[in-house]
Nanobody, 121 residues
């Protein structure tokens, strides 16, 4: 199971870190992605990280502002968000799968509940 947390309300330009914690002993063998759904929009890919942490992928609009990382000893993946913009407002979801290198377009099988991130202008 995946549990996302850490969302909240932040002013534009601020920072926030959301976490995705997993139960079970095999989390370290899964690639993990972060997705988001803004009001009235489809869910979109944000960032993903390989099981080892050695490979990452980002949506163009978040490059340089959002950073994905993981700590397999803690069964947790993080999304560090800096220079937040109002358009980053969304429910953020984490998902896990064995993508075989297709971090961005893979159909992730395991999903957590979302955490709301709201950026005020």
């Amino acid at each position: 199971q995946l549990q996302a947390s850490g969302g909240g309300l932040v002013q534009a330009g601020g920072s926030l870190r959301v976490s995705c914690a997993a139960s079970g002993s095999t989390f370290g063998t899964y690639d993990v992605g972060w997705f988001r759904r803004a009001p009235g929009k489809d869910r979109e890919f944000v960032a993903a990280i390989s099981w080892s942490g050695g490979y990452t992928s980002y949506q163009e609009a978040v490059k340089g502002r959002l950073t994905i990382s993981r700590d397999n000893a803690k069964n947790t993946v993080y999304l560090h968000m800096n220079s937040l913009k109002p358009e980053d407002t969304a429910v953020y979801y984490c998902a896990a799968g064995r993508t075989r290198g297709n971090l961005r377009f893979y159909e992730y099988e395991h999903w957590g509940q979302g955490t709301q991130v709201t950026v005020s202008s």
